[in-house]
C-alpha cells in the first residue's frame, strides 16, 4: 500500500485558479494557516489560465454615470432576473475594490495616458463603459495571485487529486487526496475548507475549456451533502473556433472582433451573409441565439457554423492587429503560429460550452449549508 501522509491547517483551498488563490491570500492574510493544493501545475491548468482580458469594476473613469447600483442593475436586467441578487449585489459592489487589489498584485491593467484612470470599454450590457483590461489576460491575472502567494509564503501542492470531503456530524473536517505524481495518498485535516475547483464545461464535445475542467468540485460537494442548483444552467460563447480543427476549442474574442471601436469585423452566414444588425453588441446569450437560428435556417455552414470576417473591417490591418495583440493577443499568436491569420481570412466559428452557471449553493459569505465548507469562483451557483 502507498504511504499515506497527513498535515493539519486551519484552511485548506481545492483548486489553484484565480478564485482558489485569492480566497488563500484573503485567508492567510487573517492569521489562517492555509494550505493550497491543485490538480495541476499552477499558471498551466485551469480555465483562469486561457481567460480573456475583461473584468467588469464600476469606477465611473470613462463615464461618472456609473456606480456598483447601476452594475447591478445591468447583470439583474441581462441575467433575465435569474441570478442570485445578494450574490450580485456583493460583486458588483466590492468589483473595484477588488481590481485595486489585483493592482497591488502587480497584475497590469491598461491605464490612461496620465496613469490616473483605468481605460474602460463598454462590453456586451453594460450601460456604460465598466469592462478594464487585463494587459496580459488571465496569464497575468494568476501570475500576479501566484506571486502574492509566494511573497505571504502560502504552500501550494501541485498534483493533487481531492476525491473525498469528510465531515464530523454537521461539521467539514478534513480531505483525502492522491499524488499523481508517486500515488501516495495526502490526508489534510481541517475545520475550514474552500472549494474552488471550477466549472464541468470541459465535459462538453465542443467547448474552450480545459480539459480538465470536469466538475469535480461538484462531485466532492455532493458527496458530503452540499446542496446543488441549477446544474442545467451553461453559458455558451458564440464565437469558438470550429474550423480547422486543429483549432477547434479556441475562443475568439467577439465583444473585440465585432465592436465598432475596435475592429469592426463582421459575422456571415454560408452565403457570405451579414446577420448581425443590432446597434450595439448583443449579450452571448443573445448573439448564441442569433446564430443558432441562422443555422437552424439551414444557413450555416456544413459543419454547422457560421463566419468571423474581419477582412471586411473598414479600420486598417494594421490597427486591427495592434488591437488583437492587446485584447487577445495570446490567441491571436496562438492562431498565427498555425498559419491563421484573423486580419486577413475568415474563420469558421460556432457556439461551444464555455462557464457552468449552476453549482454549490453558497450565501453572500460563501457559506454552503455544511458548517465549516464554503465555495468560490465558477465551482459556486450564480
Given at each position: 500500500?502507498?504511504?499515506?501522509?497527513?498535515?493539519?491547517?486551519?484552511?485548506?483551498?481545492?483548486?489553484a485558479?484565480?478564485?482558489?488563490?485569492?480566497?488563500?491570500i484573503?485567508?492567510?492574510e487573517?492569521?489562517?494557516?492555509?494550505?493550497?493544493?491543485?490538480?495541476?501545475?499552477?499558471?498551466?491548468?485551469?480555465?483562469?489560465?486561457?481567460?480573456?482580458?475583461?473584468?467588469?469594476?464600476?469606477?465611473g473613469?470613462i463615464?461618472?454615470?456609473?456606480?456598483?447600483?447601476?452594475?447591478?442593475?445591468?447583470?439583474?436586467?441581462?441575467g433575465?432576473?435569474?441570478?442570485?441578487?445578494?450574490?450580485?449585489?456583493?460583486?458588483?459592489?466590492?468589483?473595484?475594490?477588488?481590481?485595486?487589489?489585483?493592482?497591488?498584485?502587480?497584475?497590469?491593467?491598461?491605464?490612461?495616458?496620465?496613469?490616473?484612470?483605468?481605460?474602460?470599454?463598454?462590453g456586451?450590457?453594460?450601460?456604460?463603459?465598466?469592462?478594464?483590461?487585463?494587459?496580459?489576460?488571465?496569464?497575468?491575472?494568476?501570475?500576479?495571485?501566484?506571486?502574492?502567494?509566494?511573497?505571504?509564503?502560502?504552500?501550494?501542492?501541485?498534483?493533487?487529486?481531492?476525491?473525498?470531503l469528510?465531515?464530523?456530524?454537521?461539521?467539514?473536517?478534513?480531505?483525502?487526496?492522491?499524488?499523481?505524481?508517486?500515488?501516495?495518498?495526502?490526508?489534510?485535516?481541517?475545520?475550514?475548507?474552500?472549494?474552488?475547483t471550477?466549472?464541468?464545461?470541459?465535459?462538453?464535445?465542443?467547448?474552450?475549456?480545459?480539459?480538465?475542467?470536469?466538475?469535480?468540485?461538484f462531485?466532492?460537494?455532493?458527496?458530503?451533502?452540499?446542496?446543488?442548483?441549477?446544474?442545467?444552467?451553461?453559458?455558451?460563447?458564440?464565437?469558438?473556433?470550429?474550423?480547422?480543427?486543429?483549432?477547434?476549442?479556441?475562443?475568439?474574442?467577439?465583444?473585440?472582433?465585432?465592436?465598432?471601436?475596435?475592429?469592426?469585423?463582421?459575422?456571415?452566414?454560408?452565403?457570405?451573409?451579414?446577420?448581425?444588425?443590432?446597434?450595439?453588441?448583443?449579450?452571448?446569450?443573445?448573439?448564441?441565439?442569433?446564430?443558432?437560428?441562422?443555422?437552424?435556417?439551414?444557413?450555416?455552414?456544413?459543419?454547422?457554423?457560421?463566419y468571423?470576417?474581419?477582412?471586411?473591417?473598414?479600420?486598417?490591418?494594421k490597427?486591427?492587429?495592434?488591437?488583437?495583440?492587446?485584447?487577445?493577443?495570446?490567441?491571436?499568436?496562438?492562431?498565427?503560429?498555425?498559419?491563421?491569420?484573423?486580419?486577413?481570412?475568415k474563420i469558421?466559428?460556432?457556439?461551444?460550452?464555455?462557464?457552468?452557471?449552476?453549482?454549490?449553493?453558497?450565501?453572500e459569505?460563501?457559506?454552503?449549508?455544511?458548517?465549516?465548507?464554503?465555495?468560490?469562483?465558477?465551482?459556486?451557483?450564480?
Amino acid at each position: 500500500m502507498k504511504s499515506i501522509s497527513e498535515v493539519k491547517v486551519d484552511v485548506l483551498v481545492i483548486g489553484a485558479g484565480g478564485a482558489g488563490l485569492r480566497a488563500a491570500i484573503a485567508a492567510c492574510e487573517k492569521g489562517a494557516n492555509t494550505l493550497v493544493v491543485s490538480k495541476g501545475p499552477v499558471g498551466r491548468s485551469g480555465a483562469t489560465a486561457v481567460a480573456g482580458w475583461g473584468l467588469q469594476a464600476a469606477f465611473g473613469h470613462i463615464d461618472a454615470h456609473d456606480s456598483p447600483q447601476q452594475h447591478f442593475y445591468d447583470t439583474i436586467r441581462e441575467g433575465k432576473g435569474l441570478a442570485e441578487q445578494n450574490l450580485v449585489k456583493v460583486l458588483a459592489e466590492n468589483s473595484p475594490a477588488r481590481v485595486l487589489d489585483l493592482e497591488k498584485y502587480q497584475v497590469k491593467i491598461k491605464k490612461s495616458d496620465d496613469e490616473q484612470k483605468y481605460v474602460q470599454l463598454a462590453g456586451p450590457g453594460e450601460t456604460y463603459p465598466r469592462s478594464v483590461i487585463l494587459k496580459e489576460e488571465g496569464k497575468g491575472l494568476i501570475s500576479g495571485l501566484k506571486r502574492q502567494c509566494k511573497k505571504l509564503n502560502i504552500p501550494i501542492v501541485e498534483d493533487i487529486i481531492i476525491y473525498r470531503l469528510f465531515r464530523n456530524e454537521e461539521n467539514i473536517c478534513g480531505a483525502i487526496g492522491i499524488n499523481l505524481r508517486d500515488g501516495s495518498f495526502l490526508l489534510i485535516n481541517s475545520p475550514s475548507i474552500i472549494l474552488a475547483t471550477g466549472g464541468n464545461c470541459g465535459l462538453w464535445s465542443i467547448t474552450d475549456n480545459p480539459p480538465n475542467n470536469i466538475g469535480d468540485g461538484f462531485y466532492l460537494a455532493y458527496q458530503a451533502g452540499v446542496e446543488l442548483v441549477d446544474m442545467e444552467m451553461v453559458l455558451f460563447y458564440p464565437t469558438v473556433v470550429l474550423y480547422p480543427l486543429a483549432a477547434q476549442g479556441v475562443l475568439i474574442d467577439y465583444e473585440a472582433c465585432l465592436h465598432p471601436d475596435i475592429c469592426r469585423g463582421k459575422l456571415l452566414n454560408a452565403h457570405g451573409q451579414e446577420f448581425i444588425f443590432e446597434n450595439s453588441l448583443p449579450t452571448r446569450d443573445v448573439l448564441v441565439r442569433l446564430i443558432s437560428q441562422e443555422i437552424k435556417k439551414g444557413l450555416g455552414t456544413d459543419r454547422g457554423g457560421v463566419y468571423l470576417d474581419l477582412s471586411c473591417s473598414p479600420k486598417s490591418p494594421k490597427d486591427i492587429e495592434n488591437n488583437l495583440y492587446e485584447l487577445m493577443g495570446s490567441v491571436f499568436k496562438y492562431l498565427k503560429n498555425m498559419d491563421i491569420d484573423l486580419v486577413k481570412e475568415k474563420i469558421e466559428v460556432a457556439p461551444a460550452a464555455h462557464y457552468t452557471l449552476g453549482g454549490i449553493r453558497i450565501n453572500e459569505r460563501c457559506e454552503t449549508n455544511i458548517l465549516g465548507l464554503f465555495a468560490a469562483g465558477e465551482c459556486a451557483n450564480d
